[in-house]
């Protein structure tokens, strides 16, 4: 009976080992677990955010466009902030055709061919943020726009982190490239007929590129717009 009783408990030894064992490798299951999820969710939040201060960054390139302020009033200088409504950039959007030559002449001596903001059509590759380097030129200072910079649109502090970040290769910037519209009677999928009738003010049509940059460092997010300023009355 002694001889009995001192197997079983050998035995229970190994049962409450074994048990502690799995119990440790369910709690390391459990917490890999979690911690995986709270990298998707943490990664898919600052992809969110990253979305929202690009699609603030086309908004605010259609203001700087048009001549306006973020209440939808015309632009008018600001105290203390010349690059507001253009006073002191070499470039601006042109409102009459036969300035066009100046601007072109202007953009065409950059070496990537903008300059505040403002581009002239590129050639060659178009997705110019998937190469590093010329991404790299392009969010070089004086080349890109911020938030706000030529329009005073502003931020809350409770707002987008990403539209208040400043620092080099870090924030959301954006690029207008200015393209002649033909209205000439086009061919191809037209065959022949007038191209569409957009009532544009100038016959000039504008490509906004906007990259934003997450909190994480290989979140990037890139869109684009086509904005045709049109006339309000014939």
């Given at each position: 009976?002694?001889?009995?009783?001192?197997?079983?408990?050998?035995?229970?030894?190994?049962?409450?080992?074994?048990?502690?064992?799995?119990?440790?490798?369910?709690?390391?299951?459990?917490?890999?677990?979690?911690?995986?999820?709270?990298?998707?969710?943490?990664?898919?939040?600052?992809?969110?955010?990253?979305?929202?201060?690009?699609?603030?960054?086309?908004?605010?390139?259609?203001?700087?466009?048009?001549?306006?302020?973020?209440?939808?009033?015309?632009?008018?200088?600001?105290?203390?902030?010349?690059?507001?409504?253009?006073?002191?950039?070499?470039?601006?959007?042109?409102?009459?055709?036969?300035?066009?030559?100046?601007?072109?002449?202007?953009?065409?001596?950059?070496?990537?061919?903008?300059?505040?903001?403002?581009?002239?059509?590129?050639?060659?590759?178009?997705?110019?943020?998937?190469?590093?380097?010329?991404?790299?030129?392009?969010?070089?200072?004086?080349?890109?726009?911020?938030?706000?910079?030529?329009?005073?649109?502003?931020t809350g502090s409770a707002s987008n982190p990403i539209l208040n970040?400043?620092?080099?290769?870090?924030?959301?910037?954006?690029?207008?490239?200015?393209?002649?519209?033909?209205?000439?009677?086009?061919?191809?999928?037209?065959?022949?007929?007038?191209?569409?009738?957009?009532?544009?003010?100038?016959?000039?049509?504008?490509?906004?590129?906007?990259?934003?940059?997450?909190?994480?460092?290989?979140?990037?997010?890139?869109?684009?717009?086509?904005?045709?300023?049109?006339?309000?009355?014939?």
């Amino acid at each position: 009976m002694a001889l009995s009783r001192r197997h079983q408990q050998g035995i229970s030894l190994y049962i409450v080992l074994i048990i502690v064992l799995l119990s440790m490798l369910l709690a390391l299951w459990a917490s890999r677990t979690s911690l995986f999820n709270e990298m998707i969710i943490g990664n898919d939040a600052d992809y969110q955010r990253a979305y929202e201060a690009a699609e603030a960054m086309i908004q605010d390139a259609e203001l700087d466009i048009r001549g306006e302020l973020p209440d939808g009033t015309a632009c008018a200088p600001i105290a203390g902030k010349t690059d507001v409504c253009r006073v002191t950039t070499p470039v601006w959007f042109i409102d009459e055709l036969p300035k066009f030559g100046d601007l072109q002449a202007i953009l065409e001596a950059q070496p990537t061919g903008c300059i505040s903001g403002i581009c002239m059509k590129r050639t060659g590759n178009q997705d110019f943020w998937n190469d590093k380097t010329t991404l790299n030129a392009m969010l070089a200072n004086g080349i890109g726009a911020r938030y706000g910079q030529y329009t005073g649109a502003q931020t809350g502090s409770a707002s987008n982190p990403i539209l208040n970040n400043n620092n080099d290769n870090q924030g959301a910037w954006y690029w207008v490239e200015i393209m002649l519209y033909d209205t000439s009677p086009g061919g191809g999928l037209l065959a022949g007929k007038p191209k569409i009738d957009l009532n544009l003010k100038l016959p000039v049509v504008y490509r906004i590129t906007a990259v934003a940059r997450g909190l994480k460092p290989n979140t990037q997010v890139v869109l684009q717009s086509t904005f045709a300023r049109q006339k309000l009355k014939n």
